[in-house]
């Protein structure tokens, strides 16, 4: 089974949502609170076979004068799903561009849509849609089972026991042999029940290890079934899952999570729709990329052998795990305020967001993001940023939701554009290097996004040094000096000036003038010129040491093109 | 002679079966072995007949759908509406046509191809040779989806005047290769063997096209130049046991046959009901207990054959009383809309030693529709007969012991 589409109306902090997943792979990501978990929670609510208790707040701000709807359509559907005996004569067409229509028509896909309706009476309603009947059909939570949604939620361990309805039982196929062979047990003390001697647990808790081993969980002895005594007394619930004799209950989080996903999935034969909220929970960066990988793989295999693939929709705020991921994958949750509409955007260049995850992927959880173009830049302005804070009342800009990205280069325009479309708000800080090409201008202005630059055309680093102080010059050429060397710095300066000799060059530098022919302005040209050609701090460690002495210059030049751009950008990252 | 096993491992495929040669049982048998089968008859009766089978067989009834091909494509013609355009409520004529032809094309779209495929594994098609061209085409692209056999007799075509001259080897075995003919007649085996036999070896003569030989001395010959020659309906059954039937190829002639037997043998209904109906129609017309009472006594007069005591014999007492009873309720027609009176009066009348009932169908399903009209459960006795109609083609009818019908109405009816 895979979603289709997804409409939300009123429901938590979502008034409204209308998306289409357009994949068997989605990972959700989007700044806090614009909603990503509560698309998840929407799809749970309306596929799952669960009965929810629905109180007030889960309307949009606790009003329940309006009823919540949300309507989910589904293809991929399985046999029993597409059976005229079930839901066969309520099926849907989904066009091949992606859109619904009430009957299929020609090669449209069959899907199902279920709405599930919250009025007043906090009673809730699932029926599916379908405009040529003229009672609705109602869907029990027989029928609702058939969608094969699993949620992952961390901290359930009912699927780590052989439970009545778990899917360890299911795996099982039958628990009549253990329940009796319990009852003994019980007798004859809880040491003796040697359910391990029981052939259909054991081979269920061996599959159980597979399939949590191939997802990354660790396994330190084996799985085996051992009896675990709860408040509910003897029953097939007491049977849980045991790692070389400790309850998996009591192992590591990751480790939990995942062989409960791995076992939840293996129970649905026809494609799984996986919904897994923050997918990094309790996982190190090396097993959450195991477990990304292997859900692909999944997937992958599952297309090549003509199964049904199902689908994995995922929340991250891991930059690991959108690393992995891809940006095909990606989709980018973005909720207007104060109307709470939410939109879902997926890439549509993902070459452009490509190179962004390789370079900032961590912008990418931001609500704004600052793109710049070269490593002098962004070292910079990270360094610089430690400043503004004491004047905005103390707050960082990543307090905003606000973040500054590696735009690598000339890549900047696209990726701010990509990242535009994606719903961020965008704005770009760059020197003069190279110029934007008439393009690249015409589509910035009509996407709406800022370019901060320097007056004048200037590159950084001619603007740096046409507005700093003699002493701050001279601070400037000793960093350099320190980072690259002092030979090196002396010599490139000795080939831009031949007529300054190595002895005065390594003199200070508010001395320069009084041997040179060139002005205290045209000097600090040539230097910001070898500089820039030498790239003395193309660099964004170098870019950050060099941002005290930049805010220093700034600070003492207030007019100056470098001041300019710079309250530019802190005015745009603080707005 | 094909087994189960063999023919649910054939694709498509066609059987030929002759009457009262196991077909029903062989049709059961093929739908149990897969996970779900789709078995489509052309009559409600043969409907019943596959569903009592198939529980006498033990097969689970979510295994196998059993529905009359009327059925199945009014099913998936509202269900597709856009693209099959269905003719709105029960189809009449030509509507039929529409209705089949609108299965068709529904089936020409991707989604509900595939709810076809995922909904059965088999489809068996019964009696193939009342099929229509419309239905055969139909049930062409089924085949085209899910693997199809079609059992049907050349021999046993009874809608010909309907439209079913579907040519075996010309349109239906190309596209249903012949997989063998049933061989056995176990409807007579321990019953009445040799009338098995006898039907069995008639069938092979009128194939090769040789006539009935009348001189068989297994067939009694009594010739009788009166149609109500009574005789012919009695003699030589006495103490016999097992089913009986009486074959005229009039309908009118047949009730008015029944009616002279006097009730030993019952008329057969059609399933339009026309007389119900008509009826039903009486009934909502009349504005007062006369008008009614009127409407009973027409009904009566079509399903009773009342004798007239000879002279000089007594009136029985309960006879007597039964008619003093009737007349105390007849004014009770005047109350309401008369229902619960009619329903009683309906009730009481079969219970007269003079009055032999030999439309009990009919007689029956108009006590229901005055019950369904007494309760409160329909408006009017034209909205109760159909829903009595409407379930009794669900549930179907038990064939009486002795029968006066037409060779149609005798083998199902629509």
Request: net charge negative; charged share 25%.
């Amino acid at each position: 089974m895979q979603l289709r589409q997804i409409k939300v109306t009123h429901f938590r902090g979502i008034e409204f949502l209308d998306w289409k997943p357009g994949g068997p792979f989605c990972c959700l990501i989007g700044p806090g609170d614009s909603g990503k978990s509560t698309v998840l929670d929407a799809v749970e609510a309306a596929l799952s076979s669960r009965w929810f208790a629905f109180t007030e707040p889960d309307f949009l701000a606790c009003d329940t004068t309006r009823p919540m709807v949300i309507e989910a359509t589904v293809g991929e559907l399985s046999k029993a799903l597409k059976s005229d005996e079930r839901l066969g004569l309520y099926v849907r067409g989904w066009t091949s561009a992606g859109d619904l229509r009430d009957e299929p028509e020609d090669d449209d896909e069959p899907v199902l849509t279920v709405r599930l309706t919250v009025d007043a009476s906090m009673e809730p309603v699932w029926e599916l849609i379908c405009d040529r009947v003229d009672n609705p059909r109602t869907l029990s939570n027989r029928d609702r089972v058939l969608f094969g949604l699993v949620r992952l939620a961390g901290e359930d361990a009912r699927h780590l026991a052989w439970g009545q309805g778990s899917v360890l039982s299911r795996l099982t196929g039958d628990t009549n042999e253990a329940s009796t062979r319990l009852a003994q047990a019980y007798k004859a003390a809880r040491e003796n029940a040697k359910l391990d001697q029981l052939e259909s647990l054991a081979k269920a808790a061996e599959k159980a290890e597979r399939l949590a081993k191939g997802l990354g969980a660790y396994v330190e002895g084996s799985y085996e079934p051992g009896l675990e005594l709860g408040r509910s007394g003897l029953s097939s619930g007491s049977i849980a899952l045991h790692d070389g004799g400790v309850p998996l209950r009591l192992a590591g989080l990751g480790t939990r999570r995942l062989a409960t996903l791995a076992i939840q999935k293996s129970a649905i034969s026809e494609g799984a729709i996986v919904l897994v909220d923050e997918i990094e929970h309790g996982l190190e960066p090396h097993r959450i990329i195991g477990a990304i990988a292997q859900l692909k793989a999944d997937q992958d295999r599952s297309v090549e052998a003509g199964r049904p693939v199902g689908q994995v929709l995922m929340t991250t705020h891991s930059d690991v795990a959108i690393g992995e991921t891809g940006p095909e994958r990606l989709r980018v949750v973005q909720m207007t305020r104060p109307g709470r509409q939410v939109a879902v955007f997926a890439p549509t260049a993902p070459d452009s967001i490509r190179a962004l995850m390789r370079f900032a992927p961590r912008a990418l959880f931001a609500r704004r993001i600052l793109v710049t173009e070269g490593n002098t830049e962004i070292g910079m302005l990270l360094g610089i940023r430690e400043h503004w804070p004491a004047r905005h009342a103390g707050k960082p800009i990543e307090q905003l939701g606000v973040a500054i990205a590696d735009g690598n280069g000339a890549q900047a325009p696209a990726m701010a554009l990509a990242l535009n479309e994606l719903g961020y708000e965008t704005a770009i800080f760059r020197d003069s290097d190279t110029s934007l090409s008439p393009t690249e201008k015409t589509e910035l202005a009509a996407a709406g996004i800022q370019v901060f630059a320097y007056r004048g055309d200037l590159n950084t680093e001619q603007a740096i040094f046409s507005a700093a102080s003699d002493e701050l010059v001279q601070e400037l050429l000793n960093f350099a000096r320190q980072e690259r060397g002092d030979d090196a710095i002396d010599n490139n300066i000795d080939i831009k000036l031949p007529d300054l000799t190595l002895a005065v060059i390594r003199a200070t530098f508010s001395e320069w003038k009084l041997f040179s022919e060139l002005e205290g302005l045209q000097l600090r040209e040539a230097i910001a010129e070898v500089a820039a050609r030498k790239r003395w701090f193309k660099d964004q460690r170098i870019g950050r040491g060099l941002s005290s002495m930049i805010w220093r210059i700034a600070q003492a030049a207030p007019e100056s093109s470098l001041a300019t751009a710079l309250h530019q950008a802190e005015a745009w990252l603080h707005a | 002679m094909p087994e189960a096993s063999d023919l649910f491992n054939l694709g498509n495929a066609a059987v030929v079966a002759p009457a009262g040669h196991g077909k029903t049982e062989i049709i059961a048998k093929v739908a149990a072995l897969g996970q779900r089968a789709l078995i489509l008859t052309h009559t409600h009766a043969g409907v019943h007949a596959i569903r009592s089978r198939l529980k006498r067989l033990g097969i689970p009834r979510s295994r196998v759908a059993v529905d009359t091909i009327a059925g199945w494509s009014m099913r998936y013609a509202h269900a597709f509406p856009g693209i099959a355009k269905p003719p709105t409520g029960m189809p009449q004529g030509a509507e039929w046509d529409q209705l089949y032809r609108g299965a068709r094309l529904a089936l020409n779209v991707a989604a509900v191809r595939a709810v076809v495929a995922a909904s059965y594994d088999r489809i068996l098609i019964d009696e193939y040779q009342d099929c229509g061209s419309l239905q055969h085409e139909l049930a062409t692209e089924l085949a085209r989806i899910v693997p199809t056999l079609i059992f049907g007799d050349p021999m046993q075509g009874i809608f010909e005047f309907a439209g079913a001259t579907l040519s075996w080897d010309a349109d239906i075995h190309p596209l249903f290769p012949f997989a063998g003919t049933l061989e056995k007649p176990h409807r007579w085996a321990g019953k009445n063997p040799e009338l098995g036999q006898w039907i069995a070896e008639t069938r092979e003569k009128l194939l090769r096209g040789e006539p009935i030989d009348l001189a068989d001395p297994r067939i009694t010959f009594r010739q009788s130049d009166d149609a109500f020659d009574l005789g012919a309906l009695f003699e030589g059954i006495e103490g016999k046991e097992g089913s009986f039937a009486a074959i005229h190829c009039h309908k009118t002639i047949c009730y008015r046959l029944a009616k002279a037997a006097g009730g030993g043998y019952q008329a057969i209904e059609e399933v339009a009901a026309s007389r119900l109906q008509q009826f039903a129609n009486l009934w909502d017309r009349a504005t007062d207990g006369t008008g009614r009472l009127t409407a009973i006594k027409s009904l009566l007069s079509d399903s009773f054959s009342i004798k007239i005591p000879a002279d000089g014999v007594d009136v029985d007492p309960a006879d007597a009383a039964l008619e003093a009873e009737l007349r105390e309720i007849e004014p009770a027609l005047n109350l309401g809309n008369g229902a619960a009176a009619a329903a009683r009066i309906m009730a009481l009348t079969p219970k007269h030693s003079r009055w032999k009932l030999f439309r009990r169908d009919l007689w029956r399903d108009a006590e229901r529709a005055a019950t369904e009209v007494s309760a409160g459960r329909a408006e009017s006795m034209d909205k109760a007969t159909t829903n009595v109609r409407q379930r009794v083609s669900l549930s179907g009818r038990k064939l009486p012991k002795r029968t006066v019908s037409t060779p149609l109405l005798l083998k199902g009816n629509r």
